[in-house]
């Protein structure tokens, strides 16, 4: 994976979270099972678009129900 200027310089990249409109999956199962993982800065962001997107928070729910049965 390329890295973009800001991730060079060391300063997380918000937009490397979102697929177009929307979040990427990976961000999204990320934040659903592990969320201590992603940066603050991301996970606010990507929280910002969990509040007004149905798509991704339907997204992220699929992933929090899928942990709770592996579990």
Do not use: Q, T, W
């Amino acid at each position: 994976m390329k890295l973009s200027i800001k991730e060079r310089a060391g300063i997380d990249d918000v937009a490397r979270i979102y697929e177009g409109l929307h979040l990427n999956e990976s961000f999204i199962r990320n934040s659903a099972i592990n969320p201590d993982s992603i940066a603050p800065d991301l996970l606010k962001e990507g929280g910002r678009h969990f509040s007004f997107c149905n798509k991704c928070r339907k997204k992220k729910e699929e992933f929090l129900l899928f942990d709770d049965v592996s579990k």
